[in-house]
């Protein structure tokens, strides 16, 4: 560096740029990932009592409405981080709509905190990630679920087996009632070549979020077919 160039940058100091907060947008401390703490400290998990069976937040332990209308849980349970709002899903849907896939650790970690405290004397065998229809996955570049189960494969030292595939084109599920969503999602959900690997074993389904359950419990119905001897799911937010 020259003289010239030293005084410069003495007269006139670069200021180091500086990484905001994926949620606040506010500046980030040295060491935080993505997201500051106090955002982090807002995330909250759901609080009991909740459904025995989806896991919704509810006022007295049971089955919520959605459950006890339900034709045929092919799941045991299903589990969640949190609910779908405020911080959470800030982050859940730029993970997805804007294929920010750095948020893949950081939500991970929130599927392991309800694995350790939900699911993990359930003996599972094997992870298995929701499928994504292939024009989602080019223009997102990523299928989030794939993404979520291989790194919390690694944190609880099981498996992933992508089991299920996703066939023909993307369908969109609003506006159909649930009978509608069913018979939509069972001609688009299939079995792998790879398949063959649940049978007989205990099956942790994973995605982001749960909404309806219709595409959790088609899964499971598929992973039933394959052999599979129980079936859980598990996501970021409910």
Known sequence: ???????????FPVRPVRSLCLSCQEELFEGEPLVCTPCRRRIAGNQPPLCRLCGREMRASGLCTDCVQRREPFFQRAVSYGPYQGVLRRLLLQMKKERVAELVPLLAEYLEFAYAAQLADRDIDLLVPVPMAEETCR??????AAELAAVLGVRVRLPVCEALRWSGPRRTQTGRSRQERRQSLDDAILLSDSAGAV????VCLIDDVYTTGTTANTCAMRLHEA????????TVAR
């Open 1 to 11: 560096m020259s003289w010239a160039q030293a005084l410069l940058h003495l007269l």
């Open 227 to 234: 052999g599979a001897r129980s079936v859980y799911v598990l």
């Open 139 to 144: 223009e997102r570049g990523f299928n989030q």
């Open 199 to 202: 049978t007989g074993r205990t």
